[in-house]
């Protein structure tokens, strides 16, 4: 089991920037994929951001050109970079470790992210 650990969310204004990390127990070089996801109350958790090991990228669609996701393999960690936030991008933001082939097997505990306008 991995265990992963976020950081960095907070309240920011309309069109700010936040930087979420997520620092895992394990060399994540040997993870096929890590990622962020996003919950609001109500729906279901959708994809944000993946970077597999060999760092190819996908973002969810209403992200695309505002988050970039990266990868740190030396510290173990993973981070997502938002600008442009919108009052929609208001959620939990989780971050998974996928050690199959396609769904994630590990999650963070979560971190608020709160865009006022």
């Known amino acids: 089991q991995v265990q992963l650990v976020e950081s960095g969310g907070g309240l920011v204004q309309a069109g700010g920037s936040l930087r979420l990390s997520c620092a895992a127990s394990?060399?994540?070089?040997?993870?096929?994929?890590m990622g962020w996801y996003r919950q609001t109350p109500g729906k279901t958790r959708e994809l944000v951001a993946r970077i597999t090991s060999g760092g190819a990228t996908v973002y969810g669609d209403s992200v695309k050109g505002r988050f970039t996701i990266s990868r740190d393999d030396a510290k173990n960690t993973v981070f997502l970079q938002m600008n442009s936030l919108k009052p929609e991008d208001t959620a939990v933001y989780y971050c998974a470790a996928t050690r199959g082939l396609v769904y994630p097997s590990d999650w963070g505990q979560g971190t608020q992210v709160t865009v006022s306008s």
């Open positions: 394990v060399n994540i070089f040997s993870i096929n994929a």
